[in-house]
């Protein structure tokens, strides 16, 4: 294998996972620089709420921690604390303009505690000591002020829960030693706790210390009346009864929840929260319309499309991919091949004229047939006549045509699909296309047509909002998990109504056994859906991880075979970590659930890691001549630049023979920079020199 966990690699390169540390458990200081940084006290504040809350208004804070300053004023001390902040640093730790964030470069030794217990690492939870900020005070910002005694309760309650969790499974263990060091933590943690000495009276008489467990039911009596005026509750009396009788059981093994989780998460079974939506829908279907679903990622635009598609009758799906942009006509080739693969009559019949235009992006349609480049629109024309009457003839029968996240789409792929739509939809020959895209990443040409459309009523534009209350709860009760229908509340102030942030919650409050204990004391900011995706990946086997991590990088290239090669290991042993991937709901067969998933699992990478998977992508990929673009843009990431250039210029050769100069002139210029800087001045000036003119 190439390497070990993530993690155990980097330490072996000497690279650390974060560039720098954030200390605000029991003081405030900043790890990075050669001697630690003591934090001032509303730097101390501004990085210690921006680790635990996430992304913030920036003079929304400022006037938390100027309340008596007027807004100008309350502004220009923020710009002037972030400036010094980065003077100090060297580095740009706080992101952003008016929303700003805290580089993931920094870790967070508060946010590292809660991960820890969500992650059920209760042990390393506890090492963490400290109250929140040490013994700063902010009584002269007091929303602020509440806002670190409120953070300060919660931290104290996850510590609280680590111990009572770590005793709970030692004591399953059969460690009494070690469930007493945790039951006695929980105690100094929650002195007031009767909860407490019950524990410690029962670990004492198991561990054959009748006398200690009457001590502490004694104390006890005594912390109530002084601090309750009360006396011991039943089930304390009944206890300490047990003890004197020598009654006292062991506590029967609980078994661990297991990681699979149930398929009703991953595809909740009733689409709710859409009828208005699907109305229009209708109204647009009947008038033979475009229609173009846009929405945040994770607000249901996917499960949207397939329902009211699937009530239409047959459909077929083009599903573009993280990549697919930089390789034209990926997205078109892609499903094409699939198409050919299900119905060989397609590619056999094609007419020669339309087998020679194809093998321009499919070479195998003519085998040692060099085909000679484009040279004017008439014959770029004539390829598209090609590629739209294929594309009809894949699509007859169907109903509608779909194509899922648009905005991964590559332009040339598109301009086949508009060019088809335009030829033969108003004869009646083309289904109906339905269309999903992320709010605000419709692209260039795709965006102007579909507006143009839009314009001349043969498009509908459908914009998604996130569900409200009502539908949170009617969605948590459809999933048929005990304790969920209870958090329709909590659920949609955490999420916004996002779905796939209400599932991903779902999914790490099964995982972590707190759904049916009620709302958790803390969970990461709201809206932030990466580190509940996280908590997941942590709980990867080795292999899995890597697995995830390869796929995350490969994108449209990800085959089992090409992770074997990437990692050094047989295929064959991908059967473990793919079930693993598949009941973690992190796969569905090779591919991500959801590419808020994908982008966790890359976000998760350390750079140094990255770069290796990025260097060997490119060697496995040259080897299997996949597109110029791709392999170039693997060597780019891995930091080998110079190697990238004869992919770049092939690339640039490809788009000329198609015509596509805006797309050759790129791939041209970017590797006459990246020769300049190599010092080749002369051979960036000829490559600079074949930039095709406009």
Partial sequence: MVFEQSRLFLTRQGVDVA???????????????????????????????????GPTPKYRLAGMLWPGSGEDTARNNMRQLLRRLRVATGADLVLGGDVISLSERVATDAVELEGHVFAGRHAQALSLAGSLLGTLDFDDCPDFDAWVLRAREQLEALRRRAASAEADTREQQGDLAGALHFAERLLVLDPLSEEAYRRLMRLHYLSGDRMAALSFFERCQRMLREEYDATPHPDTLALARDVERGQVRPRAAVSKPGRTLPLSVLR????????????????????????????????????????????????????????????????????????????????????????????????????????????????RVRCLDAYSEVLRRCTEGMASLLCDDLQFADPASLEVGAYAHSRFQEAGTFPVIIDCCRSGELRGDALVITKRLEAAGLALILELEPLPLESVGELLESLALPGASSLTGEMTRYTGGNPLFITETLKHLMESGSLERGWPERLPPPGRVRPLIQHRLERLSPLALQLAQVAALALMEFTLELAGEVLEV???????????????????????????????????????????????????LEKRRAAPTIIALHWLEGGESRRAVPFLLAAAQADEAHLRRAEASTSYARAASILESAGEVEEAARVRNRVPSA
């Fill in 268 to 379: 909740p079974p009733v689409l709710v929260g859409r009828a208005r939506e699907w109305v229009r829908m209708e109204a647009a279907w009947q008038s033979k319309q475009l229609i173009l679903l846009l929405a945040e990622a994770g607000v249901g635009k996917t499960r949207l499309l397939h329902d009211f598609a699937a009530s239409k009758g047959p459909f077929m799906e083009f599903s573009a991919r993280p990549g697919d942009a930089d390789v034209p006509y990926s997205l078109y080739v892609r499903h094409l091949r699939e198409c050919f693969s299900a119905r060989p009559e397609l590619a056999r019949g094609l007419e020669p004229w339309i087998r020679r235009e194809l093998a321009r992006v499919m070479p195998e349609l003519a085998p040692g047939e060099e085909i000679p480049p484009m040279r004017n629109e008439g014959e």
């Fill in 19 to 53: 560039d720098w540390r954030l200390e605000v458990l029991g003081g405030a200081r900043l790890q990075g620089l050669a001697e630690p940084l003591e934090l001032q006290r509303r730097v101390a504040a501004v990085l210690a709420w921006l680790a635990l809350e």
């Fill in 570 to 620: 047989s295929p064959l042993s991908f059967a473990e970590p793919l079930r693993e991937l598949e009941a973690a709901q992190i796969f569905r067969g090779e591919r991500f659930t959801h590419d808020l998933v994908l982008e966790a699992v890359r976000g998760s990478l350390p750079a140094a890691l990255g770069a290796l998977l990025h260097r060997r992508l490119a060697q496995q």
